[in-house]
């Protein structure tokens, strides 16, 4: 079981010093003898930076009582180097002898996008460390097997002093990487190590998936499951379909004009099963085979690392257990509802649907809701039925047709709202109808031989729909929010120039006039009445500017 503390309250956090005492990073206790940290850090003990100094490293133990002085060395065969593509970087340290019982740093297995972290670090100035909040952004690097952190505008930054530095999940106190290096503002500046410049708000870590792939030995320390279930390792020496690893290359990657993509592997030994496989096992920052491309390429054709957040054999499971293994990675149930569907994976596989124990209820309780919201969040889905799984795909292209008739609708109904305001605004597709009338079609079909073919040609069609549909709905939310704030800051002026006893001054009045009409007239051109409504503010600006001169208030 995971032990959680408060922020501030960890016995784990370490400080790691240079021979003549200097601070050269952190790092985090992850066992009674095995300190985690930056390769770069270690590095700063010795002259060569990329390689294990042999000599002992001090550390201070700032979590436990007292702050107590010890020496480690690095674990043989346990230094991972920076490399130039911005990938290893990693290296574990063996204290001289053991402590006592934990709890020591808590790894997690996590969805590593959009999530709140604290980090603790130590600048030299600070003895008792500086803690910073940040957000995961998304995957970074030319290898990928980094992530980006964004710390907020104001407040204390990661500098020099974080590198090693655990990172904390805000929600779940677990620790989901370890900091790496910050954004360099100067070409001179060193190049590894956070802090390297003045504090930009920029960071990156390396997520735990990506220590596990260098350091495995590692793996009896995180509780849970990788990313890609077990499943997916079968038979990775299959022939591929070169075809098929294209379109998921293309879908995880945003080139293909669809957010779900559905293949049908026909049986497990099929070259179209084998290029699920691949996808899901090359992009996984845990188990990508070493020394294989890290980003997708003409000769690999694979989705680069990271790009997958979530893979799922369903085979033989029960939905329960899937929705559980899904809300696990997700971070859904240490929430207060536990529901796999509060925060869905960005992108993920969901492989064998028809060989799970209720395919049904898997698709009704699981894979409707998920695909549901695949345009609206941008989320990337790939579904795969061991064979042509007929009803079950047809039951899943009527709920899609639904959707696109709700999105359609909330699509007109924005347009209501814009079309008196503004010029030309876009025009709503309408396809649903027809698409349901294709549908009602396939189910009176006979010839299976045919229906599999019509059936994939729908299946992209409402794909597509469901897409347009959405981006025209977010197009035309977007525009009335234009002409809401330019309409705001019309209004905000005028009370300006109220305030300063300006309303009825001669030469401003024409100004705000042509604003007003360029937006309340019908038929906006949001351009010109942008245009307008700056002219105007300029002049209340200059207004106000020149009786402040006169000392007017």
Avoid: K
């Avoid at 190049?191 to 030995?217: D, N, Q």
């Avoid at 029960?318 to 509802?337: F, K, L, M, N, Y």
């Avoid at 905000?492 to 705000?512: C, I, K, R, T």
């Amino acid at each position: 079981m995971t032990v959680t503390v408060d922020h501030g309250d960890e016995p784990w956090p370490v400080r790691i010093r240079g021979p003549r005492g200097e601070v050269l990073g952190a790092g985090m206790l992850i066992d009674e003898r095995q300190i985690l940290t930056c390769a770069h850090v270690v590095a700063g003990a010795s002259e060569d930076p990329y390689t294990a100094p042999t000599g002992p490293i001090g550390v201070d133990l700032v979590g436990q009582p007292g702050s107590p002085h010890v020496s480690a060395r690095v674990v043989p065969d346990c230094w991972v180097p920076p490399t130039d593509e911005g990938g290893g970087d990693i290296a574990l340290l063996e204290l001289s002898r053991p402590l006592p019982p934990g709890p020591y740093a808590p790894l997690r297995r996590m969805r590593l996008w959009d999530r709140h972290v604290v980090v603790r670090g130590f600048p030299d100035t600070l003895e008792q460390g500086l803690y910073v909040r940040a957000r995961l952004a998304g995957p970074s690097g030319t290898r990928q097997e980094r992530v980006q952190m964004d710390a907020a505008t104001t407040g204390p930054q990661i500098s020099l002093g974080f590198s090693g530095a655990a990172v904390v999940d805000d929600s779940t106190r677990t620790v989901v990487g370890m900091v790496v290096s910050t954004y360099r503002d100067s070409d001179d500046a060193p190049p590894v190590g956070a802090g390297t410049s003045p504090a930009s708000g920029l960071s990156w870590m390396i997520p735990v998936e990506t220590i596990l792939h260098h350091l495995p030995r590692l793996g009896d320390l995180v509780p849970g499951t990788p990313s890609v279930d077990p499943g997916f390792l079968a038979a990775n020496r299959l022939p591929v379909d070169p075809a098929v690893a294209r379109r998921i290359t293309d879908l995880f990657t945003q080139q293909l004009d669809a957010n779900v993509l559905i293949v049908v592997t026909v049986h497990s030994g099929s070259a179209s099963a084998a290029a699920v496989r691949q996808a899901a096992v090359r992009s996984s920052r845990e188990l990508r085979p070493t020394g294989a491309p890290a980003v997708a390429d003409d000769s690999a054709d694979v989705p680069p690392v990271g790009s997958i957040d979530l893979a799922v054999d369903v085979t033989g499971r029960p939905t329960e257990a899937v929705s559980q293994r899904i809300a696990e990675w997700t971070g859904s149930t240490d929430d207060a509802d536990g529901r796999a569907a509060a925060l869905p994976p960005r992108s993920s596989i969901i492989d064998n649907i028809d060989e799970a124990g209720d395919p049904e209820t898997l698709l009704s309780d699981v894979v409707m809701p998920l695909v549901d919201q695949a345009a609206t969040r941008d989320l990337r889905v790939l579904l795969t039925f061991r064979g042509e799984a007929v009803g079950l795909r047809l039951a899943l292209l009527a709920r899609r047709v639904a959707t696109l008739a709700a999105t359609e609708a909330a699509a007109e109904r924005a347009y209501r709202a814009v079309a008196p305001l503004v010029a030309d605004p876009p025009r709503v597709p309408s396809r649903s109808t027809r698409l349901r009338i294709r549908l009602t079609a396939l189910r009176a079909m006979a010839d299976q031989s045919a229906l599999a073919d019509r059936l994939a040609s729908t299946e992209r069609a409402i794909d597509r729909a469901v897409r347009e549909a959405e981006a025209v709905r977010r197009r035309l939310v977007a525009i009335e929010a234009d002409w809401s704030e330019l309409r705001g800051r019309l209004d905000g002026f005028l009370a300006m120039a109220v305030d300063h006893g300006l309303d009825e001054d001669a030469a401003l009045s024409p100004f705000y006039r042509l604003a007003y009409e360029q937006l309340t007239g019908g038929a906006c051109d949001l351009v010109a009445a942008a245009a307008a409504v700056h002219r105007y503010a300029d002049a209340v600006r200059h207004g106000v500017g020149a009786r402040s001169e006169r000392g007017v208030s």
